[in-house]
């Protein structure tokens, strides 16, 4: 079951921002903790099964942590006092905000992953152009980068392969990893010349262009717009019913 499949991709992105933006004005683990259960739950709903979710999602779970890190060691002081040492002041504050900043970059990026999963390129370009009223030429090089983006990968699995096949891959596993890096940027920027120059040939971007497919929103995208903007103001008020509400203005100043 997908509900967002018949979805203008722009309403995707417009529910993103009406999801997350929100969030952005507290900084408490329980307004985020709201939203990553509901977009958990949502997800099967939204063509993503939790299976798939793990797979793709698996590197926010390793950032995470590492995002409350510097708040837990240098952020504001305040309640009982567990480690000192210079600048590092661990307390009990610094720690509430170190695990409301680690599950608010989960509660900001997996919206992105179950939204922004099976978004077909050219109907993004077309809401793109159309909906957002985006200059042509942008359009064009977003549509061409999510093209790309499948053709990055085979060039690197090509690239492994054939150093595997050389016995370049069998010793210096980080030198390897850096020349690959190095060879698949190679790769890209060669390809992004080739495919500027075919785009100039063939006269995108010198006037004004037609539309093949029309692209509107309809009662559907309003639905789903109103959907995420109703699970952030959620989010919102089960903090503060819980007095957990804490806004970042009030952390700046306290």
């Not at 793709?56 to 708040?71: D, N, Q, T, V």
């Not at 890096?181 to 495919?195: C, D, E, P, Q, W």
């Amino acid at each position: 079951m997908n509900v967002l499949k018949t979805i203008n991709p722009v309403t995707r992105i417009l529910a993103l921002a009406l999801l997350t933006t929100p969030l952005m004005l507290t900084l408490d683990v329980v307004s985020a903790a709201v939203t990553v259960a509901l977009t958990v739950a949502a997800a099967p709903f939204c063509g993503v099964p939790w299976p798939r979710l793990l797979r793709r999602a698996w590197p926010l779970l390793l950032i995470a942590p590492i995002a409350g890190i510097p708040m837990a060691l240098y952020g504001r002081s305040g309640g009982e006092v567990y480690f000192t040492w210079g600048l590092i002041n661990v307390t009990e504050l610094s720690l509430s905000l170190a695990l409301a900043a680690g599950v608010r970059v989960l509660a900001v990026a997996l919206p992105v992953v179950v939204l922004s999963a099976e978004v077909d390129p050219t109907d993004l370009g077309d809401g793109l152009a159309q909906v957002l009223r985006l200059p042509e030429r942008f359009v064009i090089g977003a549509v061409a980068a999510l093209r790309m983006l499948t053709l990055l990968r085979e060039d690197l699995d090509a690239m492994r392969m054939s150093r595997r096949a050389r016995g370049v891959a069998d010793t210096g596993r980080i030198r390897h990893l850096f020349s690959l890096a190095f060879g698949v940027l190679v790769m890209s920027l060669r390809r992004a010349g080739k495919l500027a120059t075919a785009m100039e040939a063939r006269g995108f971007g010198s006037g004004p262009r037609t539309h093949a497919r029309v692209s509107t929103l309809n009662a559907r995208d309003g639905v789903v717009m109103v959907a995420c903007l109703g699970a952030a103001l959620l989010s919102l008020a089960i903090a503060w019913y819980t007095g957990h509400l804490r806004p970042v203005w009030a952390v700046s100043i306290s």
